[in-house]
């Protein structure tokens, strides 16, 4: 049996059923260290698609880069059918400096396709695009909410777009949210090259989240498993359907003050429910926020300090399905799944 072609990246060769990480240079910090954008890549036995797996695009996500740790001790290139790029960590400047943005205070996020000739954060984003996400199919891209916020496991896709739809039904996280595409966004640019990227946002930025984690894991195997690269025996297949939530809207801070939160992630709340409360320092004063209309939580700010106008809780509209009956079954199952072993995760 003839053995497939090496995958070239980078001047390098990666064999069949072999892995490799490789370094693509992108930039010399100011005293002179190299720094660059490392991808492991896992080329399979077998023939099959190409696809990747990106973290950190935003620096302070790190939710993302502990599912890129896990999922590498996963994935077998002898058993794996195509080839996958793991980048752990896209934006290496954010990521030592704890910082969402490039130096140049750019958010990565805004700044594709980029060009050769442009910022920092615009340089980047050519070689990332370039170099790994033009050549793949398919794609998960993992992401987190801001420092000081949380969100509850989901996926996002734009509307009228079946195959991602399809991707994240075969991801299983609690919720799929309908999300525009954005102008300078990864998410954007691939779609217009024909590369289909699925959005997973979870957890909150700097800080790790088993449940996020272990559902961030679980998803792209299954999503793996749904492109034919990988076989069904190392993972659980969805038993509870995500809920498909078409919009969504962010309830804020009606006063400044110290937040009191009554509602958490996943958590399923009727119009008029008490969501939280205000109160300024003394105790004199103290405002309730309400829910405005009926659905799920799907995200939250988790710092007690608030100003007026603060964005506090993310309302998703529930369109089908027992909402909190859906987080709780998702969350039982990913504790039981033998995929998660305690020593291994430790």
């Known amino acids: 049996m003839m ?34 954008l490392n991808v492991h890549v ?14 950190a695009v935003h ?18 290139p002898e058993l794996l059918r195509g080839t ?41 984003a050519q070689i990332f695009l370039r170099d790994v996400v033009q050549r793949c199919s398919f794609g998960v891209d993992l992401h987190s909410a801001a420092i000081h916020r949380t969100n509850l496991p989901q996926c996002r896709v734009s509307a009228g777009n079946a ?10 996280a609690p919720v799929i949210l309908t999300s525009d595409l954005r102008e300078g966004s990864l998410r954007s640019e691939a779609a217009e090259r024909g590369v289909d990227v699925l959005l997973y946002e979870a957890g909150e930025g700097l800080r790790f989240d088993e449940f996020a984690v272990r559902a961030g894991v679980m998803g ?51 119009e008029g429910d008490l969501l939280a409360a205000v109160s300024d320092p003394f105790g004199a004063q103290e405002h309730e926020i309400l829910a405005p209309a009926p659905g799920i939580v799907v995200g939250r700010a988790v710092l007690p300090v608030v100003n007026e106008g603060d964005a506090v809780f993310h309302l998703a509209a529930v369109r089908q399905g027992d909402a909190e009956a859906t987080v709780e ?6 504790d039981a799944s033998p995929l998660f072993d305690e020593d291994e995760i430790i």
């Open 3 to 36: 053995m497939r072609a090496p995958f070239e990246i980078a001047g390098r060769e990666i064999a069949a059923a072999s892995r490799q990480t490789v370094e693509l240079p992108v930039s010399v910090m100011a005293d002179n260290t190299p720094v660059g």
């Open 42 to 55: 896992i080329h399979g036995a077998d023939e099959g698609p190409v696809s990747f797996v990106s973290a």
């Open 59 to 76: 620096g302070d996500e790190v939710v993302g880069v502990e599912i890129c740790r896990r999922l590498l001790a996963s994935v077998d």
């Open 84 to 124: 996958l790029l793991v980048v752990p960590i896209v934006n290496a400047f954010g990521f030592l400096n704890r910082s969402r943005y490039l130096p140049d205070r750019r958010d990565l996020n805004r700044s594709f396709p980029g060009s050769s000739k442009g910022s920092l954060a615009s340089r980047l």
């Open 163 to 172: 195959r991602t739809l399809a991707m994240a039904r075969t991801f299983g």
């Open 220 to 270: 792209i195997m299954r999503v793996l498993h749904g492109a034919d690269m990988v076989d069904d025996t190392d993972f659980d297949p969805v038993v509870t359907p995500s809920l498909l939530c078409s919009s969504s809207q962010w309830v804020r801070a009606p006063a400044g003050g110290l937040l009191r939160a009554f509602k958490g992630d996943g958590d399923v709340v009727e």
């Open 329 to 334: 079954e998702i969350a039982a199952q990913l």
